[in-house]
C-alpha cells in the first residue's frame, strides 16, 4: 500500500477545520453547565436517589474521597456482574466471565483505560456490554472532566477551601454534555454505516458456501461515547478496523474527531472560568502544536516504512486497513495515543518501528494533546505550573501563576505528579522483563519483545488502552500488574490534582507586578512545550533506546 501525502494533508486539515469551529461553541457551553445554577428534573431525581444535597459544596479531602468510594463501588459492581453473566438476561449465551479477565476489565473500564485482555463478541453478552462496559464509558469520561472542573475553580477561586460538589458535577456532565453529544453522534453513525440493532446475523461465503454468524448489537451507541469520552474499548475485538464499527473513510475520520471533540474545546472553558481568555488560548495552542507534530511525524514514520518487519513483510500492508489505506491509520493511531482513547483502526504492533514509538511518546507525554476529557487539561495546567517555577527560577522571582503563589507545598505535589507515571511504567515494566514467564506472553524476540512490554505498562499506566498486539494479559501475573498500573495511574494524579487544587483555592489574589511572568502568549506556550517534551525525554529515553529506536535502527 502506498502512503498517499495529499490525502493526508485534506484529512488533517479537516480535522483541524472542524476542531476550530466547535472551540469556542463548545467551551462557551461547557462553562454554562458548570458554572449554572439550576438543575434539570434528570439531575434532581439522581441527586434524591443518592441522598445528595446539591447545594453544599466540598472540600478537596471530601471531592476526593467521593471521586474514590465512587470509582470503588463501580469496579466492584462491574466485576461481580460479568462473573454473574450467565444467569443474566441478554447474555447471548454465554458463561461468566473468568475471574481475572474480570478483575482486570472492571478496572480497566472505571479508569476510563480501556485496555481489553479479551475477545469481546466470545466473552460479553449484549447486558454486560450496554449496561456495564458503555455506562462506564460515560461515567469514568465524566469523573476526568468534573477533576478537571475543580482544578480551575482552584486557580479562579480565592479564600476558600471548596472546590464544588462532584455528585453535581457528575451528574452535569453525564445529562447535559456526554448524554446529548453522545446520542448525535450516534446517529451520525447510523447514517454512516454503523451498525446498531439488537440481533446476530448469518452470513454465507458464497466462495466457499460456509456459513457465519456474526454477532450484531447497539454498536453505534456504544462506539459514539467509547471515542467522545476518549474510552477506546471496541465492541468488537478488531476495535475499529472492524467493518461494523469502522465502515468507511468518512466514519473512521469522524471517530478522530470526536475523540479530539471534549478536550480541545475545554481550554476555552478554563479560560472563560478563570477570567483570562488568553491563558485558554496558550494551552489550546501548545495541545495544538503537539498534536500536529505528533501526526506529521507518525505519517513521516508511516510513509518511510522503516524497520526489518515492515521489510520482511514487503512494505506495509500486514496490520493496516486495507479499505482506507495507511492514511487513516497514521492519523488514528497519533490521535488516539494522544488522548488516552487506545481506539485503534488498525494493528500498532504492525506500525514500522518508528511509527510504534511516536506512539509511545505520545503516551509518555502525558496525553495532554488534547488528552483525555479533562484528564489532558489538568496534565496540561500541572506542566504551565512546572514552567512557571523554572521561569521565575531564571528571572529570580518568586513563582506566580494567575496571582497564586507557586510556593513549596504545590511544588512537591507537581512533582509527585510528574513522577508518578514514569516510575509506575519504568517499575513495573522493569520488574516483568526479569521474570522469564512473564516474557514469554510477548511471542516476539530482540527489542521487539521489549517494546511490547514497555507499550503495555505506559499504556496501562496512562490510562490509554491501546496495545501491541502480540502480548496477552489474561494471566494472573499480567492482569493483576496491568490493574495495579491501571488504578495507581488513574487515582494518583487525581489526588494530587485535587489537593493542588486545594491548596491554590485557599490563597488570596496577589496583582500581577513587573516581575510577574506572564503565562499567556508564544513566549510563554514555547517554554510550556519545551517542558512537556523535555520532561518525557528525562523520564524514557533510556527505555525508548532499548526498544522501539534499537528496533528502527536494525537494518
Known sequence: MNFN??????????????????????????????????STR??????RLAGVDAGTEQTWSVYLRSVLVFSAVSILAVFLLQRLQGALPGSNGLAGVD?????????????????????PEATVGM?????????????????????????????????TDRLGNFWVDLARTSFRVLLPMAAAAAIVMVLGGVVQNFWSTDVVNQASGISQTIPGGPVASQEAIKELGTNGGGYFNANSAHPFENPNVFISLFQVFLLLLIPSALPYAYGRIVGDQRQGFTVAAVMGSLWLASVSLMGWAVASGQGTATAAAGGLGEGFEQRFGPVPGAIFAASTTLTSTGAVNTAHDSLPPMAGGVAMVNMMLGEVAPGGTGSGLYGMLILSIISVFIAGL????????????????EMKLTALYIL??????????GISVLLPDVVANAPSSGPHQFSE?????????????????????????????????MLLGRFLPIALVLALAGSLARQQRIPASAGTVPTHGWLFGSLLLGVTVVLTALSYFPALALGPLAEGLLK
Open 99 to 119: 475471574p481475572w479477565v474480570a478483575m482486570n476489565t472492571s478496572i480497566s473500564f472505571v479508569t476510563n483505560t480501556n485496555w481489553q485482555t479479551y475477545a
Open 394 to 409: 531564571m528571572v529570580g522571582r518568586t513563582p506566580e501563576y494567575l496571582g497564586k503563589k507557586i510556593g513549596p507545598s
Open 5 to 38: 501525502a495529499a490525502s493526508f494533508l485534506i484529512q488533517v486539515a479537516a480535522l483541524v477545520v472542524a476542531l476550530a469551529a466547535l472551540h469556542k461553541p463548545l467551551g462557551v457551553y461547557l462553562v454554562r453547565v458548570f458554572e449554572g445554577k439550576t
Open 420 to 429: 508518578v507515571t514514569p516510575a509506575l511504567v519504568l517499575a513495573l515494566a
Open 453 to 485: 512490554m514497555l507499550y503495555a505498562f505506559t499504556s496501562g499506566a496512562n490510562n490509554n488502552g491501546s496495545a501491541f498486539g502480540g502480548i496477552t494479559t489474561s494471566g494472573p501475573y499480567l492482569s493483576v500488574m496491568m490493574g495495579i498500573a
Open 127 to 159: 447486558f454486560v456490554q450496554m449496561c456495564l462496559l458503555a455506562v462506564q464509558n460515560f461515567l469514568s469520561a465524566a469523573v476526568g472532566i468534573v477533576v478537571a472542573v475543580a482544578l480551575i475553580r482552584g486557580i479562579a477561586r480565592t479564600r
Open 42 to 47: 434528570a439531575e434532581r431525581m439522581f441527586y
